[in-house]
């Protein structure tokens, strides 16, 4: 089975702070992708990766940046986390079509 | 605002009765997919719709993907206290790999 582990499955910072949010695929997977869930908003892409140090903006990245170094890893990071960025996070994976394998997701309190 | 619209956004329905939750998008979509969430939990992929008129299902949930490829539907038939949750429909959209969301439809089944 397809495995996407996120680092951690709750989270609380300070505003201000530097937030690291990681996310690991096991299968070889191009695609990688970080949303945020909140009510009544579904899930809305805040960045996704077709390649190693590619990437592309999502409907929301304002606030936020990603890295991938590795074809494995994606990263999200909060640059100065706000209150308004909490959220549940939610990284998932793909081959170029087809889809998502999601993690559990992290619960990003910023307080 | 959303790409993907759905509707209703919320839906209170009767046990036993039958249900429709729509997916509409103004651009051609490409690959649509369904996912359900349990209240807390993570997303269960349903089904993956790619071709015009295709339609699968699986126990009593029926998806459609309509001949123009801008609409989809999700039916569920004679609806159960399991069928309780949040359904997302997701989409690759104009042929792009980013792939979007709707802002979700939270189902209640009543006994």
């Known amino acids: 089975d397809v495995k996407v582990t996120q680092s951690s499955r709750y989270l609380v910072k300070r505003t201000g702070e530097k937030v690291f949010l990681e996310c690991v695929q096991d299968?070889?997977?191009?695609?990688m992708f970080w949303y945020r869930q909140d009510p009544g908003l579904g899930l809305r892409l805040i960045y996704f990766s077709y390649d190693v140090k590619m990437k592309e903006k999502g409907d929301i990245p304002e606030g936020y940046s990603v890295s991938r170094e590795k074809k494995e890893r994606f990263s999200l990071i909060l640059e100065s986390a706000s209150t308004n960025q909490t959220s549940m996070y939610l990284c998932?994976?793909?081959?170029?079509?087809?889809?998502?394998?999601f993690g559990s997701g992290t619960q990003l309190s910023v307080l | 605002s959303q790409e993907l619209e759905q509707s209703p956004q919320s839906l209170i329905v009767q046990e036993g009765k039958n249900l429709t939750i729509n997916c509409t998008s103004s651009?051609?979509?490409?690959?649509l997919y369904w996912y359900k969430q349990k209240y807390g939990e993570g997303l269960i992929f349903l089904m993956m719709?790619?071709?015009?008129?295709e339609e699968k299902s699986h126990e009593k949930i029926t998806a459609k993907l309509d001949e123009k490829k801008q609409q989809s539907s999700l039916h569920i038939t004679a609806s159960q206290p399991s069928h309780a949750g949040i359904y997302l429909c997701g989409a690759d959209i104009g042929g792009a790999q980013k792939l979007v969301f709707g802002q979700g439809t939270r189902l209640t089944i009543n006994p």
């Open positions: 719709l790619q071709k015009g008129g």
């Open positions: 651009k051609t979509l490409y690959g």
């Open positions: 998932a994976s793909r081959r170029s079509i087809g889809k998502l394998f």
């Open positions: 299968m070889d997977h191009e695609n």
